[in-house]
Structures are given as structure tokens and as C-alpha cells.
């Protein structure tokens, strides 16, 4: 098949998904909701419009790749800083700690191969996709779009972070810690750097080149994007990390300046053509047939789809008083929405030999669910003005779950050593002081 004329038939599905999230009916949801059932449609499991070629795929790889930068350069610190970070930190502790519970007795019994790898992709969080999702339902500037992101912040980052040493070859673990660690001193000594140099003359200067032919600062940010990601491969480290520090490089250096329209000029280029392209991309990709070709894969994508909104509903109780008790489920519904890390880390794992193909195919099967369904429910929740008898049972089972996990996680820390709760409440206060320090 012709590479572009799969790049035509995804050019196409790129301009009816907004086109189709303007008829009311699918007004809710998700524009890459719709993205990703698109491509499915047209995929080889589907009509067989489009295949994955090896430009398509490269393609589909820098589009992944952009969609952590452009998520790196939205990420606004201060905008989300403090409270919302705090409690987003401690909601994915928690979500992880009963992750590495959950895939550790998936592997006792046989049904994963890498737990660690498993534990660690339950609690991600699509940063770069709620953020869009977010602003199209108007709640990106809100105080439930702040708390939203603060989970989604650490959630996206933490994996991010710890992803180069849980697939890294056997007994190498310690040097790939040494050698991310290394990655991500240089990285923020780099943001550091570029915050220092920043100034009112130089973004004068950027909005002056923007006006020119030749674009330079759209040229200087895709060179500083390719070498942050470049020197992310060279160490070891996953394409998107690089991607995502590139992303709040340039963000640190014009944010609050004029020169603040190049990231819409970034944007535009993302979400105008790569972005798409990879959610489009990401169906087409999916192998239906594979996930029900086994009742072991299909139970196991059925328990991956509960998993992925288990784990966020156990920490819930730590927004109570902060976020409103009807916002509550729509939180954890917004925080269980994630794809493009389950995507990226099932590829390397099975790549790696770590992961066999059956469970990545329930996990990402699982992780277009989320993208799918979970923020369309989340926004039907927040948007009836009297809340339906089904809302009121979903609201109650959300907060019945989250008040169970309380009570068990609140006996279990009354049994721990006097000494062992002193420290673990110097650790909070520690942590806490860190996130509300300006």
C-alpha cells in the first residue's frame, strides 16, 4: 500500500473527527476518542484503508515524541503548583503501591511476565491528552482542571522517569539508575540555564523572527526538541522523556513573554498534523483480533479496564473537603485516562522480551477504553444539572470504594511501628514543604 495514500486516508480521519465532535451526539466526547475508533475502523482489523509502513511509523514514532513535548511545554508549574502537585503526588503513591500489589498477584498465578513493568504502567496518566480534553470542556483554568492536572502531572512524569530502569537488561538496572539520574541533572541544569538567559529584548527577538520566511524560532525549538530526545537514546532513557524536558525548556524560556505565541505555533504544528496522526495511527495499529483470539487475553483486558479505574479510586479520599464529593468520580475517571506511555512501554517491553504480546495487546486494549469511554463519562457526570439515579449509584460506588480503601490502609498503618509512623509522618511533612515551597 502507498505510503501516502495512508497518509491521505489518516489526513482524511484528522479533519471528520473535529468535524464529528461538533453533532451533539458526539459533543462529549473526546476528540481523540474519536481518533482512535476511527482508525480502528479503517485498520486491518477493519476496512484495511490503512497499514503501518515504515515511514508511517516513523511518523506515528515522532508524533508520539511531540505529543510529550508539546505536553512538557504546557506544563505550567505555577499554574498547578502547591496543592494540586501535593495531592497528586501522594494520589499516585498510593495508586502505584496497589499496583504493585495487583500485577505481583497476576504474576504469582501466571497471567503477566513482568510485573514491575505492569505495576508501572496501571497508574499512568495521559498528561498530554487531558490537557486538550480538558480545554475543550472548559475546565482547563478551573479549580477541578487544576487538581485534575496535578494528578495527571505526576502520573505522566514519575513512569516517565522510572521506565528506563525497569526495562533495562538484566543486572544493569543499577547503571541505568546512574545514567538517568545523570540525564536529568543535565536536563534541568539546561532549563536552569535557559531561565537565566531569558529577557524581554530576546523575546522581542522571537516574535521578530516569527514574522519572517524563514520561521528560525520554530527551527531552533524542533533542534532543541531532537537533541534533548537524542541525547535521551544515547543514555538509555526513553525517547519521551528527552521529548518532555525539551518541552518545558522551551516553555521556561518564553513563558510570560511576547515570544509566549511560539508555543501556538508548536501546537498548531502537533496538534495540526503528528498528533493525529498517531491516535489515528494507534487504532489502526490495535490488533482486535489477537485480544479476542484467547479467553486468557480477554479476561485479562476485562481486568485491566477495572484495574486502571481501581487504582485511582483508592486514593479519592484524599480530595475529600478539597475537590466538591460530586466532582469526585469525574477526578478519578480524568486521572484512569491514559495511552500514549501504555503504548510506548508495551512496545518496548515486548520488543525487550519482557512482555508477551497477549498482555500488551489487553493493555492497550484496556488503555483505549480509558481514552475512550472514561473522560466521556467523567464530563456526563460533571454536565447534568440534576444528578440521574445513575449518577447517584456510580457516585455512590466510587466513594464506597475509596472509603473502604481508607479504612484498610488506615488499619494497616495503625499496626506499623510507633517509630516507623514518626518517619513516615516526617516524609509527608517533608514532601509537603517541597510541593507548597514557591
Not at 475543550?136 to 505526576?154: C, I, K, M, S
Not at 490488533?287 to 479510586?313: E, G, H, K, N, Q
Request: a neutral charge; hydrophobic letters at 55%.
Amino acid at each position: 500500500m502507498s505510503e501516502f495514500h495512508t497518509i491521505f486516508v489518516i489526513s482524511c480521519i484528522a479533519v471528520l473527527a473535529p468535524l464529528l465532535n461538533r453533532i451533539p451526539a458526539f459533543a462529549r466526547a473526546p476528540i481523540v476518542a474519536i481518533e482512535v475508533l476511527l482508525g480502528m475502523l479503517v485498520g486491518p482489523s477493519g476496512a484495511g484503508l490503512v497499514a503501518a509502513d515504515g515511514a508511517v511509523n516513523f511518523l506515528m514514532e515522532f508524533g508520539l515524541v511531540y505529543l510529550f513535548f508539546q505536553a512538557g511545554f504546557e506544563f505550567n508549574q505555577k499554574e498547578i503548583t502547591g496543592k494540586p502537585l501535593r495531592l497528586g503526588f501522594f494520589a499516585w503513591l498510593v495508586s502505584l503501591s496497589l499496583s504493585v500489589v495487583i500485577s505481583g498477584l497476576l504474576y504469582l498465578v501466571g497471567l503477566v511476565e513482568a510485573p514491575l513493568l505492569v505495576a508501572l504502567i496501571l497508574p499512568t496518566t495521559a498528561f498530554g491528552i487531558l490537557i486538550p480534553v480538558l480545554r475543550q470542556a472548559g475546565d482547563l483554568d478551573n479549580e477541578f482542571g487544576r487538581y485534575v492536572l496535578g494528578v495527571a502531572a505526576v502520573s505522566e512524569l514519575g513512569p516517565l522517569i522510572l521506565a528506563s530502569i525497569v526495562l533495562a537488561q538484566h543486572n544493569h538496572h543499577l547503571h541505568q539508575t546512574l545514567l538517568s539520574a545523570l540525564f536529568i541533572a543535565l536536563g534541568l541544569a539546561a532549563i536552569f540555564f535557559l531561565k537565566t538567559v531569558r529577557s524581554d529584548r530576546l523575546a522581542e527577538n522571537i516574535v521578530y523572527w516569527l514574522g519572517d520566511g524563514e520561521l528560525l524560532p520554530i527551527r531552533i525549538a524542533l533542534v532543541v526538541l531532537l537533541g534533548f530526545v537524542s541525547f535521551a537514546d544515547r543514555l538509555g532513557m526513553e525517547l519521551v522523556v528527552g521529548s518532555y524536558m525539551a518541552g518545558m525548556a522551551v516553555a521556561v524560556l518564553v513563558r510570560g513573554t511576547k515570544a509566549e505565541i511560539l508555543n501556538d505555533r508548536l501546537t498548531a504544528i502537533g496538534s495540526g498534523f503528528l498528533i493525529p496522526l498517531f491516535f489515528i495511527e494507534s487504532g489502526a495499529s490495535f490488533d482486535f483480533v489477537a485480544l479476542v483470539r484467547s479467553p486468557a487475553t480477554v479476561a485479562l483486558f476485562a481486568f485491566f479496564c477495572v484495574a486502571f479505574l481501581l487504582i485511582r479510586l483508592a486514593p479519592l479520599n484524599l480530595f475529600r473537603g478539597t475537590v466538591p464529593e460530586r466532582d469526585m468520580p469525574a477526578l478519578a475517571l480524568l486521572s484512569s485516562t491514559t495511552l500514549p506511555l501504555v503504548v510506548a512501554l508495551t512496545y518496548l517491553g515486548v520488543g525487550r522480551g519482557q512482555l508477551a504480546p497477549e498482555t500488551a495487546s489487553a493493555l492497550v486494549g484496556a488503555a483505549m477504553v480509558t481514552v475512550t469511554a472514561f473522560p466521556t463519562l467523567a464530563f456526563w457526570l460533571r454536565g447534568t444539572r440534576q444528578p440521574s439515579r445513575l449518577e447517584s449509584s456510580i457516585s455512590s460506588i466510587a466513594h464506597a470504594v475509596a472509603d473502604w480503601f481508607s479504612s484498610q490502609a488506615a488499619g494497616a498503618f495503625a499496626k506499623l511501628p510507633p517509630r516507623w509512623i514518626e518517619t513516615l509522618q516526617d516524609a509527608e511533612r517533608r514532601v509537603s514543604d517541597l510541593f507548597n515551597r514557591p
